[in-house]
C-alpha cells in the first residue's frame, strides 16, 4: 500500500468535508453547498462514502478523492497535503535517503542565505546614506513603510565587492553566492565581483514565501538593464514563479479570480491600493507551470497587457512564433495560442484586458484607483480579444489582407476544447470579416508541427440545483477505499510516457483528429500520478530529455516510490512504437467512457433516493434528466471517436502504413 492510499484508509473524506461543508445525508451519500463557488441556492455538493470521493455537479463541474479536496480547498500543492494529511492520520513519512536529505539541506542554505540577503539589502535602503536615491525612488512612486516592509525592498550599495565581503565575513563562500546569483563571474579573466550594484532590491519568493532570487532595478538614469534578474538557478526559474503570490494567493481565492501584470511595481501599487489578488509574471509570457500554479487558487486569469503588447503587429507575431515553434520556447509576451491550448487543458477560463497606451497598472492606480477595476471588467476571453485586434484596423475591401487574417486566427479557433464555443468563435470572425462561416471552412491551413491540444467536447456544465428536500446525518456507510494501483489504463499510459516522452504528443493527436479533449489530471485517480503527468508534459516539450535514471534522482520519496512503482511494469517495444498513439488513446476513452457511465449511475442512484415522494421525484427527474442527456451525449462521442480510431488503425494496417 502506498504512502497516499494508507492516508486515505485511515481518514473518512466525509469527516474532513464536514469540517468546512454543512453535509446532510442525502440516501447513502452526503450533499452540501459547493465550496468552491457562490452556491446558496440549493446544493450540488456530493460527498460519496463508498468510493470516498467527492464531486461538485455544479457550476465546478470537478471532483475527486481526498487529496484534490484539500489540495484545492487550501490552496496547497501535494507535497503540503501530504504533510499535513499524514500528520492528521498517523502516518510517517519515510525520510528521503541520504542523497535526497544531503540536497535538502544544501537548498535550505542557500534559501537561508537569500533571507539574510533580503534583510541586508532591506537594511540598507532604511539607513545607509548611499541609499538616499533609492529612498527618493520609492518615494516618488508614493510607496508607503507598509508597503516596503511588506515586500522587503532593499538597495544595493555601488560596489563590486560589499555584497561579497559581507557574506564571506559572515561564513558563506563564494561558491554559494554564485550558485544563489549574488555574484557574478568573468570566465576570461577568472574575476568575481557583486552582480547587483547601485540598484532597488525586490526579493522574489516562491508560493511558499522563500526568498529564492531578486528583481533589482537601475536608479540610474540610464542605466541598462532597467531591470536585472536573478539568473536561472536551482531555486529561480521565473517560467514556473509569478512574483506576488505568496502573498497574494489568500486574496485571489476569496476573489476567485486571479490578475496578472508585467511589473513588480504594478503589484506592489496594487497590493497598497487594496487590489490584492494581482500577481506579475516578470516580462515573459506565461507558461503552463504558472498557470498549473494559479489554478490551485482559481480558474479564472485576467491577463493585463500593455498596449506595446496587445498591439496588432505582436498579437499577429505572436500567434505566427506559436504556429512556427516546436518546443514554443521563443520569447514573446503574448502568446495566444499557447494560452487557449493551456486554457483547454487546464479547462481555465483567461481573460485579456488592454491598458491605455502609455499607462500601466502602477500609473492607473497612482492616478485614479477607481479606473483600475473598471479597466478589468472591459476583458474579453482570449480568441474575442485576438478577432478584435486582428480585425480593428483592416480594409475589408482587401481580400487578401482578411484571407491573411483568416489564415492566422482560424488554427486559433481550432484549439478551442468546447465544440460551443468554437462554432461561436468561428462565426464571429465570419462576421468580423464580412465574410460567409462556410468559407472560413475551406481555408487551408498549415499542417501543425508543434504540441496540440485536441478539440473535443467535454460535457457541458450541468444546472447547479439539486433537491432541497435532505434529511439530517444518518449513520455513515462503511467506506470501501479505493484500489491502490488506480485504473490500469492510465497507469499504462504513465509507464510507456516515462519511457518514450513525446509520446504524449502523439497520443493528444490521434484523440484531437475524433476531437477529443487532450490527456488531463481529470484523466487521473492517484494524486501522485496528476504530478507525474505534469513531469511528462514537461518532459515532452524539453529539446534534450532527461533519462528516468535522472528524473529519479529529481523526486521525493513518495514520488520516487510511484515512479519506480511505474518503471517496473512491462514497455512496449520501439517496434510497436507506431501503433502504440492509437492503442493509448482508445485507452483513454474507454477509461472515460467508465468515467461518464459512472456519473450516470451516480445520477439515477440520487434520484431513486427520493422514489417514495411522488412530487419529489418528479422534481429530480427535472433536475437530473438534462446532466444525464449530456453524459449519454459524451458517451456517444466517445464512442464515435473509438470506433474510428479502430477503423483507421485497421486501415493502416491492411495497407501496411507505418505512421
Known sequence: MSVTQE????????????????????????????????????????????????????????????????MKKEGWDFREALQNLAKRAGVTLDEPDPEAKRRRKSEEKLVDLLTTAAEYFYQLLLFAPQAEAARKYVADRQ?????????????????????????????YSDEELLKVGLLTENPDRGTRYDRFRNRLMIPICDVEGRVVGFGARTLEKDGVPKYLNSPQTALFDKGRLLYGLDSA??????AREVVIV?????????????????????????????????????????LALDADAAGAKATMRSLQ?????????????????????????????????????????DKIIRSDRDRWPQLLDQSQPVVAYVIGVATRELDLNDAKAKSAVAQQ???????????????????????????????LRMVSLPQETGRSQPSGPPPPPPEDHFPPELNGIAPKTKKTAPSPRGDKRATNLLRQCLEYPRLIIQVNRSLMRQEQQSIGEEDLVIPEDKLILDIIYDRADQASVVTIEELCDSLDSVLLERVETLVALPVSPESELSRLPD????????????????????????????HSQTELATSMAQLYGPRILELQVKIKWINKAKDAISASGQRRAEQGIDR
Not at 538597495?155 to 565587492?161: G, M, N, Q, T, V
Not at 518546443?327 to 495560442?337: G, L, M, P, S
Request: net charge negative.
Open 143 to 171: 510607496l508607503n513603510e507598509e508597503t516596503i516592509s511588506t515586500y522587503r525592498l532593499g538597495f544595493a550599495l555601488e560596489s563590486w565587492d560589499a555584497c561579497r565581503t559581507h557574506f564571506n565575513d559572515q561564513g
Open 583 to 610: 492503442r493509448l488513446a482508445m485507452s483513454i476513452l474507454d477509461w472515460r467512457l467508465a468515467q461518464a457511465r459512472t456519473e450516470v449511475e451516480q445520477l439515477q442512484q440520487l434520484s431513486r433516493g427520493a
Open 262 to 302: 508585467e511589473g513588480y511595481m504594478d503589484v506592489m501599487q496594487g497590493w497598497q491600493a487594496g487590489f490584492r489578488n494581482m500577481v506579475a509574471q516578470m516580462g515573459t509570457a506565461l507558461t503552463g507551470d504558472q498557470l498549473r500554479l494559479l489554478k490551485r487558487y482559481t480558474k479564472r486569469f485576467v
Open 249 to 254: 494567493k489568500r486574496y485571489i481565492r476569496e
Open 321 to 361: 512564433v506559436a504556429r512556427d515553434t516546436l518546443d514554443r520556447e521563443v520569447e514573446t509576451r503574448f502568446d495566444a495560442r499557447g494560452l487557449v491550448q493551456h486554457e483547454g487543458r487546464l479547462q481555465a477560463d483567461i481573460h485579456i484586458v488592454t491598458l491605455p497606451e502609455g499607462y500601466d497598472p
Open 7 to 70: 492516508i486515505k484508509s485511515r481518514l473518512d473524506i466525509v469527516d474532513i468535508v464536514s469540517e468546512q461543508v454543512n453535509l446532510r445525508r442525502s440516501g447513502r451519500n452526503y450533499a452540501g453547498f459547493c465550496p468552491f463557488h457562490t452556491n446558496t441556492r440549493t446544493p450540488a455538493f456530493y460527498v460519496f462514502p463508498e468510493t470516498q470521493t467527492w464531486h461538485c455537479f455544479g457550476e465546478c463541474s470537478e471532483g475527486g478523492d481526498l487529496f484534490s479536496y484539500v
Open 409 to 439: 486566427v482560424l488554427p486559433l479557433i481550432t484549439d478551442i476544447v468546447d465544440p460551443v464555443e468554437r462554432e461561436h468563435y468561428r462565426q464571429q470572425l465570419a462576421r468580423a470579416l464580412r465574410t460567409d462561416e462556410r468559407t
